[in-house]
């Protein structure tokens, strides 16, 4: 079963994280959804954050564990947030299991199929040797080599956790992210479809949705609706959490 942080009561919300990104990420933009009326399940997917590590890793059966969380939560319908991976996990469920959604948000991605685009990330990641017994100011020289952007160096660090007293390690599963990489860009199915509200928002200075894939888009999702959040990259949500929430909350009321 997946790990979840959970908070609030009344109506639920799954929120889905992006690729290397765990539960953690959202707990300040969870607690604030919880003060509106929102029970609040911030997931972390598999082989992210404190949950379960397998070789099996692709949405189909990342789709299945939202599937058996809403089961063994009885959640029978929620509205979903999804960031990035989280995003592509939210549409390919609220296609298969349409009844069981209420409103879709997905940040920052779209169902077209993209190029594997983390190689800097993944060399980084790769090149820290915890058997070296790294300390994190260490580890974040090592990733500073591949990775200069600071806020992604922060975003990355925080999956680094106590292993053992004076072992460090990743809390994600990079051996089978190492193999499975392609898979993440993977386009949602041709005929996916689903026929309730969605709300696509998006970083202004990303280019993870452009006007060129607002046609895709309202095929699978023709109550598509749209908003962009001015002078953000990808991690809209981390960059400007005050617009993201009220862009988000006023879609979700």
């Known amino acids: 079963m997946l790990y979840s942080k959970i908070v609030g009561e009344e109506k639920p919300l799954l929120i889905l994280h992006g690729f290397l990104g765990m539960s953690d990420n959202w707990k ?8 509106e009326g929102f029970e609040v399940h911030m997931l972390d997917l598999r082989n992210h ?7 099996d890793f692709n949405y189909e059966v990342m789709t ?12 029978e319908s929620t509205s979903i947030i999804g960031h990035s991976m989280g ?3 939210a549409m390919l469920f609220a296609t ?3 009844e069981r959604v209420d409103k879709l948000i997905i940040a920052d991605i779209g169902p077209r199929y993209y190029k594997p685009h983390h190689t800097d990330i993944l060399a980084g990641l790769n090149a820290v040797d915890f058997s070296q017994k790294p300390e994190r100011n260490q580890v974040d020289e090592i990733l500073k080599n591949y990775i200069p952007d600071f806020g992604t160096r922060q975003f990355l660090m925080k999956s680094l956790y106590w292993v053992e007293p004076e072992q460090l390690g990743f809390r994600f599963n990079l051996a089978v992210f ?8 993977e386009a949602l199915p041709q005929d996916a479809y689903f026929g309730r509200e969605t709300f696509f928002i998006r970083g202004g200075n990303s280019n993870y949705i452009t006007e060129d894939d607002f046609e895709l ?3 699978h999702f023709p109550k598509a609706s749209f908003a962009t959040i001015p002078n953000v990259g990808h991690w809209l ?4 959490p005050i617009l993201f929430f009220e862009e988000t909350l006023k879609f979700l009321k």
Do not use: M, W
């Not at 299945?64 to 969380?69: G, R, S």
């Open 64 to 75: 299945q564990d939202i599937l058996e969380y809403c089961q063994a939560n009885n959640i």
């Open 49 to 55: 954050g404190r949950s379960f590590h397998s070789d």
């Open 178 to 185: 190492n193999k499975k990489i392609e898979g993440i860009g």
């Open 217 to 219: 888009i309202k095929k």
């Open 28 to 35: 300040t933009l969870g607690t604030q959804y919880a003060s």
């Open 87 to 89: 995003g592509k996990v």
């Open 237 to 240: 949500h981390a960059e400007n």
């Open 96 to 98: 298969q299991y349409p």
